[in-house]
């Protein structure tokens, strides 16, 4: 059985706390400059996964829920989505973060492809579909489930959703859309693309120049993956808004190519 130190955090903020790569880490020493953080920490043992049945497919190794969480339909210990010994769905929890929910690590820079993958196969089995034969109560958590690992996907699917509900997560909240007060010589560099894509005629043009965007985007994506990893949250907040402006220039971008040019 392995042993695991795992934090839980809620969902929206879970303040003060320091930078996580993992979720869940192993029992240990600390990775290289990258102490265990001060909050409390429940060490557990978990268990042989049982036969899921309806759930088979879910990813193992969720938060300790086993050890926080009980089931309402037997007492049971509860892991997030399914009762081990009763297999009856649970309530969603009010403390796992987007990242436990979804089973990854707790790091900007994620594999889609995989969390995607995830993402699917919690669908499948907390779908309102299965449950219809179900009481009320399993019917109502069933889609309160779905609906927030629906959100948790959305989330963590974008860089710039990311980056928010990161730095959410250490209490820094940021201003909806783009920030006004970034630095002038980065507002008049963005107006200069907007008017250049504005005046562009050709599809080749406006290529070129959502090339150049999505080159930006690439390098300020690197650069935050690395302010969040040394918690450099101001970094990290200066670089979000750049993010923004340039997400935005892509998406018009994608506007200009839809023109009949």
Avoid at 86 to 115: G, H, M, R, W
Avoid at 155 to 181: C, F, N, S, W
Avoid at 195 to 210: F, N, Q, T, V
């Amino acid at each position: 059985m392995k042993c695991v130190r795992t934090l839980c955090a809620s969902h929206g903020l879970h303040r003060g706390a320091p930078l996580l790569q993992s979720a869940a880490v192993r029992c240990g020493a600390a990775p290289a400059g990258r102490p265990f953080p001060n909050p409390d920490f429940t060490r557990v043992r978990t268990q042989p996964s049982p036969n899921l049945h309806l759930h088979d497919s879910l990813p193992r190794g969720f938060c300790s829920s086993s050890a926080l969480r009980r089931c309402w339909s037997c007492g049971s210990a509860a892991q997030l989505f399914f009762c081990s010994a009763c297999k009856v769905i649970q309530p969603p929890s009010e403390e796992a973060t987007y990242f436990q929910i979804l089973n990854c690590d707790q790091t900007f820079a994620l594999d889609i492809q995989k969390l995607q993958r995830r993402f699917i196969e919690l669908q499948r089995s907390l779908h309102p579909d299965n449950f219809s034969l179900k009481s009320s109560t399993e019917q109502g958590y069933s889609e309160k489930q779905s609906a927030l690992v629906n959100k948790a996907f959305r989330t963590l699917q974008k860089p710039v959703t990311r980056a928010v509900y990161m730095l959410q997560l250490h209490g820094i909240e940021l201003a909806e859309g783009t920030d006004a007060t970034a630095d002038s010589s980065f507002l008049l560099e963005v107006m200069e693309i907007n008017e250049k894509l504005a005046e562009s005629r050709s599809r080749e043009e406006a290529d070129a120049i959502g090339q150049a965007v999505r080159e930006t985007l690439k390098v300020l994506t690197e650069q935050m993956n690395t302010s969040l990893n040394k918690g450099n949250l101001q970094s990290a907040k200066e670089l979000l808004a750049r993010m923004k402006y340039f997400t935005n220039l892509e998406e018009k971008v994608k506007e200009k190519l839809t023109e009949n040019l």
